[in-house]
Nanobody
Framework: QVQLVESGGGLVQAGGSLRLSCAASGRTFNILNMGWFRQAPGKEREFVAGISWSYATSYADSVKGRFTISRDNAKNTVYLQMNSLKPEDTAVYYC?????????????????WGQGTQVTVSS
């Protein structure tokens, strides 16, 4: 099994930055397709960014140019650097993992999930 633990959420003013981290357990991190999702109150969980085992990346249109996903396999950790934050970015952010070669925006293709970390952007 894979255990995921997110950190780095918090309160920030519009235009500010945050970096989320997701630490993964296990010895198979290198082959996992990692993703970040978010869920705002009253809305469905949505894909934010993904990075494959081969370091290919994918982003939701709403965050392109502002967010950057990366991974450090030596630390079993995936990151989400969030710049130019907007109030509409406010949500609980979840780290997820899938045993797949390519990134995917479908939540049902991710088998492992973290507990979530709250990001609040004030205007």
């Amino acid at each position: 099994q894979v255990q995921l633990v997110e950190s780095g959420g918090g309160l920030v003013q519009a235009g500010g930055s945050l970096r989320l981290s997701c630490a993964a357990s296990g010895r198979t991190f290198n082959i996992l397709n990692m993703g970040w999702f978010r869920q705002a109150p009253g809305k469905e969980r949505e894909f934010v960014a993904g990075i494959s085992w081969s370091y290919a990346t994918s982003y939701a249109d709403s965050v392109k140019g502002r967010f950057t996903i990366s991974r450090d396999n030596a630390k079993n950790t995936v990151y989400l650097q969030m710049n130019s934050l907007k109030p509409e970015d406010t949500a609980v952010y979840y780290c997820a993992a899938a045993r797949a070669r390519n990134t995917t925006p479908r939540a049902d293709e991710y088998a492992y999930w973290g507990q979530g970390t709250q990001v609040t952007v004030s205007s």
